[in-house]
């Protein structure tokens, strides 16, 4: 099974940086992917790593460290419509997803 | 049909009732997916399809049925609904390959059991 953690809540300002860590431990392994979910709608892809190190994607980077069990979301220059719920899932050797509880980020002025 | 849709949006339903809840891709994605959304627990896998003609079970499957008779449909099917089947349900569809083959989401069905 898959047992993935990531913090319930951050809040920041507008402009800020705000990093977002998730922690696994996985019974197999074949990527991590990064999902977007605004209050109401349905999750969106942010980003995908399957190799150690950062991927960066405009405003939005991921960090992979598959050793650790260990990624982050780094998201620069926050806006408002950042305010939303991030998460953190793991592929397994069967293609299925397994899911975090997410962490809703608010942006304030 | 753009992407992946779901029917109902919304449904209340009585406990005790059946109930069939819709997911239709037009990607022609071999993959698809049944997931319930509840607050603090995230999103978990009730049953999953590889391929049309296969299903599989994933993390929350009882009281759900699901079938995959052609690639592009993949209901979801309450036999006796109760109160703890409450959840936002999202149907989800991707390609079953290596790399970056993110899943694609439908817009959920909420349903409620009284």
């Known amino acids: 099974g898959q047992n993935i953690d990531q913090p319930t809540e951050m809040t920041a300002t507008e402009g800020a940086i705000v990093q977002i860590n998730c922690t696994y431990q996985?019974?197999?392994?074949?990527?991590l992917f990064w999902y977007q979910q605004h209050a109401g709608e349905a999750p969106t892809f942010l980003s995908y790593?399957?190799?150690?190190g950062l991927e960066e994607k405009g405003r939005f980077s991921s960090f992979l460290s598959r050793s650790k069990g260990y990624s982050y979301l780094l998201l620069k220059e926050l806006q408002m419509k950042d305010s939303a719920s991030y998460l953190c899932a793991v592929r397994d050797n069967d293609y299925k997803l397994s899911f975090g509880a997410g962490t809703t980020v608010t942006v304030r002025a | 049909i753009a992407g992946i849709t779901q029917a109902p949006t919304s449904q209340i339903l009585a406990a005790g009732r059946r109930m069939t809840l819709r997911c239709t891709q037009d990607?022609?994605?071999?993959?698809m997916y049944w997931y319930r959304q509840d607050l603090g627990l995230g999103l978990r896998l009730i049953h999953y399809?590889?391929?049309?003609?296969?299903?599989g079970k994933g993390e929350v499957p009882d009281g759900y049925s699901v079938s995959r008779a052609n690639t592009d449909d993949f209901p979801l099917t309450l036999a006796s609904a109760v109160p703890s089947q409450t959840s936002v349900y999202f149907c989800?569809?991707?390609?079953?390959?290596?790399?970056?083959?993110?899943?694609?989401f439908g817009p959920g069905t909420r349903l409620t059991v009284l």
């Open positions: 996985t019974s197999g392994f074949n990527g």
């Open positions: 990607m022609r994605h071999n993959a």
């Open positions: 989800a569809s991707s390609e079953r390959l290596a790399g970056s083959n993110e899943q694609f």
């Open positions: 790593n399957v190799l150690d």
């Open positions: 399809s590889n391929t049309a003609g296969t299903t």
